[in-house]
C-alpha cells in the first residue's frame, strides 16, 4: 500500500527525459528506450572497446595489459543513457541510483554470473564528495549489490590524491593525473573483486584502482560500468 501511495504522488518517469511513465515497470519512456545504444557485440575481450580487432584485442590492452581481468558495460555511452548519468552524476538526483543499479543488474545478468561477489566503488576524492553531497559511484554500487545479492562496504578503495576531471585531457594526461591516487585497503587481499563506476572512457582511471587493488592483495578485479565511451579513433 505504501509503494502504491509514493508511486501515485510520486509517479515513476523515464530516466533520461522525466516523462512520467505509464506503470511502475521499466526505466525509460518508449521513445527514450528505442534511442538506447547498446554495446556492439563486436568489442574488446579484455576492456570492450567497441570495434572488430585481430585476436579480438584492442590496441591499447594488446601494448599494455590492465590489471583488471575483464571490463564490460551493457550500453554505449551516447544517447538517453548519457543523460541518465548526467542527471544521475551532476544534477543533484541521488536518487536515480536506484533505478539506474536494477536496470545494470538486469543489463548484466550474463557478465555478473561469473563475476565476483565483492563489490568496490571507483570512490570520488573527499573534497568532490563534499562538493556534490554524494559519491555516484558508492551509490550506484550498492544499489548493484542490492539487486544481486553482493555485498559493497564503503572504504575498500580511496582516492587519497584530488585529480583533475578527466574530460578533455589526452590519453596520457589521463593517465599521469590518476597514477597513484588510490589506495586500498588490506581487507581485499585474497578476494576477488568487482570495481564498479559509471561510465568507463579510455580506462586510466580504472587501471589505477585495479592497480592499488591488486597491490593490496586483490587476487583478481574485474570492471562493470553502465556505459562505455568509444575511445579509439
Not at 564503503?154 to 589521463?174: C, F, I, N, P, Y
Request: charged fraction near 20%.
Amino acid at each position: 500500500m505504501l509503494k502504491a501511495l509514493l508511486d501515485l504522488l510520486y509517479p515513476p518517469s523515464c530516466l533520461a527525459c522525466t516523462k512520467v511513465l505509464p506503470g511502475p515497470e521499466g526505466f525509460f519512456c518508449e521513445t527514450c528506450d528505442t534511442a538506447l545504444e547498446r554495446l556492439p557485440p563486436a568489442c574488446c575481450r579484455t576492456c570492450a572497446e567497441p570495434g572488430a580487432f585481430p585476436g579480438d584485442t584492442c590496441p591499447r590492452c594488446r601494448a599494455s595489459p590492465p590489471p583488471f581481468t575483464r571490463a564490460w558495460a551493457p550500453f554505449a555511452h551516447e544517447g538517453p543513457l548519457a543523460r541518465a548519468i548526467h542527471r544521475f552524476k551532476y544534477e543533484d538526483h541521488p536518487n536515480l541510483a536506484g533505478p539506474l543499479g536494477e536496470l545494470l543488474a538486469g543489463e548484466a545478468h550474463s557478465f555478473l554470473s561469473r563475476a565476483p561477489g565483492l563489490v568496490v566503488a571507483l570512490p570520488l576524492h573527499k573534497r568532490r564528495y563534499h562538493a556534490r553531497k554524494y559519491d555516484q559511484a558508492q551509490l550506484l554500487a550498492g544499489a548493484l549489490a542490492k539487486a544481486t545479492g553482493r555485498q559493497a562496504p564503503v572504504g575498500l578503495l580511496t582516492r587519497h590524491r584530488e585529480t583533475q576531471r578527466q574530460v578533455g585531457l589526452s590519453e596520457a594526461d589521463r593517465a599521469s593525473n590518476v597514477d597513484g591516487a588510490f589506495a586500498a585497503s588490506s581487507r581485499v587481499s585474497g578476494q576477488r573483486v568487482l570495481l564498479v563506476d559509471d561510465v568507463f572512457t579510455t580506462g586510466a582511471t580504472a587501471r589505477a584502482a585495479a592497480s592499488a587493488l591488486r597491490e593490496a592483495g586483490a587476487v583478481q578485479v574485474e570492471m562493470l560500468t553502465l556505459a562505455r565511451a568509444f575511445s579509439l579513433e
